[in-house]
């Protein structure tokens, strides 16, 4: 761990003593949407006009997707059973939609009235007895969300929960935003999702942590214009007569899930896309997000087990240095 910690200060050194010579302009903001906290770093001339466009951005898209607003197009989805829906409604759904299909609907965008149930939602948290659970369940399936390109209907009682993809699909467009104004060299956390643009002004790539759910770093890799995007148990969850249950559901049973996994990090140039991932590995487990992956093959994990073994695969070999031991996944 200390070696990595002096390993970036170095880095940190470094960059700023390259900046003297030639400087390039930084710009920085921190935003709070989506319920969590979103730094933003941005390198180049015109990065404090690509900064505010991207707050615009993540104000418009916190206000449309989420459920916390009444009025959000979500919340009125699911307020009407259905409805016509947003450019960016579209695309959140038909990527996430595809994800479900390629996850036997592990990761399921009708979760929401399991997440409400379990109270995640209102933080007025509730061990349901399984006879509930058991009602909620038909609602909670993603055949229950039919959409037909232009508007989405609801079958049985599902409500849309946009959680598991809407703060990658949001870092894809604040990539996007920077590019538009002409920035090429960026950073940004959403929550501890990171995506980056472009090198360092010094030339070299970010290096992006991934957390240790017992705290500090699991390891840390080089992105380059790559979403390193996390799910993990210990993100969100609440505890109950000594038991913690966390707020990623399994949609077969209603529970937290269970798969033996308690960090998944998905590497991918596409921000919604390693997001709807993680969440949907956690849930499937290691074997089956390996069988995935392989079927795939345009990601990378970081996988990290109950019992604290790391697993990577083999695209990231060359970047990612941790100071536990690791194994590596490979396509054979
Ligand atoms: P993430 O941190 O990206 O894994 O997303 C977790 C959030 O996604 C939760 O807080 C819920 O809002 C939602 N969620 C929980 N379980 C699932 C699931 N199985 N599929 C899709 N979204 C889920
Ligand atoms: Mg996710």
Redesign the pocket.
């Known amino acids: 761990m200390k070696k990595i910690i002096y390993m970036l200060s170095a880095l940190l050194a470094l960059t700023s003593l390259c900046s003297c010579s030639t400087p390039v302009k930084e710009a920085q903001k921190t935003v709070y949407a989506m319920g969590t906290v979103m730094e933003l770093r941005a390198y180049g001339k015109n990065a404090d006009a690509a900064l505010s466009a991207a707050e615009d951005e993540i104000t418009r898209l916190d206000a449309l997707l989420s459920r916390g607003f009444v009025n959000s197009e979500i919340s009125e989805i699911n307020k009407n059973g259905g409805g016509e829906v947003s450019a960016d409604t579209k695309a959140i759904l038909q990527k ?1 939609i595809k994800v ?1 299909d390629k996850t036997d609907g ?4 009708c ?2 009235p ?2 409400d149930l379990w109270g ?2 209102s933080k007025e948290y509730h061990v349901p007895a399984s006879a509930e659970i058991a009602e909620i369940l038909p609602k909670t399936d993603y055949n229950n969300l039919i959409f037909g390109g232009e508007s989405v209907n609801l079958k049985n009682g599902a409500e849309l ?5 809407a ?2 699909y949001l870092s894809n467009r604040v990539i996007d935003i920077f590019k538009e104004n002409g920035v090429d060299s960026a950073i940004i956390s959403l929550g501890g ?1 990171v995506q980056t643009l472009g090198k360092k002004a010094d030339g070299s790539l970010w290096r992006v942590g991934i957390r240790d759910p017992e705290g500090g770093l699991l390891g840390t890799l080089e992105a380059l214009d790559k979403a390193v ?4 148990g210990y ?2 969850f609440f505890e109950e007569d000594g038991k913690t249950y966390h ?5 077969q049973t209603g529970m937290p ?1 269970e798969s033996g996994l308690v960090s ?1 990090t998905i590497i991918s140039s596409d921000g919604a896309k390693a ?2 991932l ?3 590995v ?2 499937l487990g290691k074997d089956k997000g390996v069988t995935l992956w392989k079927n795939e093959g345009d990601f990378d994990m970081v996988l990290m087990t109950d019992e604290g073994n790391i697993f990577i695969t083999e695209g990231i070999k060359d970047t990612f240095q941790s100071d536990y031991d690791f194994s590596l996944i490979t396509k054979e």
């Open positions: 996430g479900s592990a990761f399921d965008m979760i929401a399991l997440v995640f939602y929960d946009t959680g598991g993809i703060k990658g999702n995007i996390t799910s993990g993100q969100r707020h990623i559901i399994d949609p899930a998944v997001d709807a993680s969440t949907a956690f849930v």
